[in-house]
């Protein structure tokens, strides 16, 4: 339930400041308020791309990397949390490290839950949201 309530806020925020970078930027003017921008970076397999990224985080290297550190939560989150970075070195640095602490933080929830279908819910609109109201 929390998962949908962080998307939600995540949303209204993202948005909010759309709308003030609209007021205050003409760069955001020309942008449209929502957009799926399919055709950029192929967004169209975002979906399926953040889904197999979870797949292969959480159950495969996560719950493997645990068992190998003898059930040490913490050292297999951070570790997790610096592979997932470089998962993404292709990216601008802020970006890898944004993205090192979202694995850090649904590695938590995934730990709790033991369920992937919130993690990649919440990993798909955290990615995508930002191109779709035009700020990335």
Not at 13 to 39: C, H, I, M, Q, W
Not at 80 to 96: A, E, S
Request: charge should be positive; charged fraction near 15%; proline fraction near 4%.
């Amino acid at each position: 339930m929390e998962v949908a309530a962080i998307i939600l806020i995540y949303s209204v925020v993202l948005y909010g400041y759309r709308l003030y970078k609209s007021s205050t930027d003409p760069v955001y003017l020309e942008r449209p308020l929502f957009a799926l921008y399919l055709n950029i970076n192929f967004r169209w397999f975002y979906p399926l791309s953040s889904l197999w990224q979870e797949l292969l985080i959480k159950p495969l290297w996560q719950d493997n990397v645990k068992q190998a550190m003898g059930g040490n939560k913490k050292g297999t989150l951070i570790y997790i949390g610096l592979l997932f970075c470089i998962y993404h070195m292709h990216f601008p640095l802020y970006f890898m490290v944004a993205a090192g602490v979202l694995c850090i933080l649904t590695g938590i929830l995934y730990e709790r839950d033991r369920n992937i279908w919130g993690v990649w819910a919440l990993h798909f609109f955290l990615g995508f949201l930002p191109r779709a109201v035009g700020l990335a």
